[in-house]
């Protein structure tokens, strides 16, 4: 179990909430000193506990859709069998931008220029496990969610687990809440398509080396990185590590929901923890995957089951509904919040 002092807890918080925030805003914030800050901050990315990583707009950048493909594997295999065949095909696959497996299950996010191209991810899945990897096939389903038709945590969002997880004495983060992204493609020339792509792949390169990069001047640089700011192309989080934490499980729900229970019914009653305690949503009318990460076992069976109970109580289901559980000792990240491979097959395919 790894051990926080309580300004590093302070220190995870605010830039979980906001990764934005300078070691001056964060010491204003909580009574700090400037230098205190900026040595946790220095240690707890040097240590591991969290990183930073640069969000695309998938929306903006020639995406229609992102896809959730899910499935369950042979108990039979060894695991770290099947988690070295995944590792190979998610690193065949760029459009999979987060992916888990564990147990006897898999879980893959994808960004998807068209419906076309996660049939083409399909076809992929079924011939990369063929012959001497045929054992390590999952049975897999998938469902996409159109931009235009869905709502969505728009950035992964993990300052309401970290304010639970701490129990510190200040005052909650704002509410992560699913909001509509309109499909919207953006006007990039070649060069900027190479310094999104850069960035993308480096989140903590400054502008001067991602200028040696490709070949622009520091200047040049800034001034691309503010247009990708202001036109919100890209958007830096934080994300805590939260398996190294000693986090016990990810729980991966997916409920398909009545059409006799309404969308706006559902987004205004459902609890603030059904959304809060999320840290990546995709919705939309008649179905959505949320994904959480619980500390320990006993808290998902005395509380998370009873928010999961809501869509019961409720009578919101269309079905029973569907939790995968991933426990994190045992389980394998594929991919974590890596977007870079997909950036880069959207702008240099």
């Given amino acids: 179990m790894w051990k926080f002092i309580k300004t590093e807890m302070l220190v995870i918080l605010a830039l979980t909430e906001d990764a934005n925030r300078t070691d001056a805003e964060i010491a204003d914030l909580y009574g700090l000193k400037k230098g205190t800050v900026s040595s946790a901050r220095r240690r707890l990315l040097e240590a591991g506990a969290m990183s930073y990583v640069l969000v695309p707009a998938f929306n903006k950048l020639g995406c229609e859709m992102l896809g959730f493909l899910h499935g369950t594997t042979d108990p039979a295999v060894r695991s770290d069998t099947k988690s070295n065949h995944y590792m190979e095909f998610c690193s065949r696959t760029p459009q ?12 893959m996010f994808a960004a998807l220029q068209n419906a076309t191209e996660l049939e083409s991810i399909v076809k992929q899945h079924n011939a990369f496990f063929s012959g001497s990897r045929q054992s390590s096939r999952a049975k897999l389903s998938h469902v996409v969610f159109p931009y235009r038709l869905s709502r969505i945590t728009p950035l992964p969002h993990f300052a309401s687990i970290v304010h639970s997880y701490f129990e510190l004495d200040v005052p909650p983060p704002r509410h992560n809440l699913v909001t509509a992204v309109p499909h919207d493609s953006a006007e990039l020339t070649l060069s900027e398509k190479k310094t ?4 993308v792949a480096n989140p903590n390169a400054s502008d001067r080396e991602i200028a040696a990069a490709v070949k622009l001047s520091r200047q040049a640089i800034t001034r691309q990185r503010n247009k990708f700011a202001e036109e919100e192309l890209l958007a830096r989080i934080c994300v805590p590590k939260l398996y190294r934490w000693g986090f016990e499980i990810c729980a991966v729900a997916h409920p398909k929901f009545s059409p006799d229970f309404g969308w706006e019914k559902r987004i205004k009653s459902q609890p603030k923890d059904v959304v809060d305690r999320s840290f990546y949503t995709i919705s939309k009318a008649d179905e959505a995957v949320a994904s959480f990460m619980v500390s320990k076992f006993s808290e998902y069976s005395e509380r998370f089951e009873n928010v999961l109970g809501w ?3 409720v009578k ?3 079905e029973q509904l569907e939790v995968t559980l991933f426990s994190l000792d045992r389980s394998t990240e594929l991919r974590s919040f890596d977007y870079a491979p997909a950036v880069k097959q959207l ?3």
């Fill in 347 to 349: 702008l240099h395919p």
């Fill in 316 to 318: 919101a289901l269309e």
């Fill in 311 to 313: 869509y019961h109580k």
């Fill in 96 to 107: 999979i931008y987060y992916a888990l497996i564990g147990g006897n299950s898999i879980i």
């Fill in 196 to 199: 999104l792509s850069a960035m």
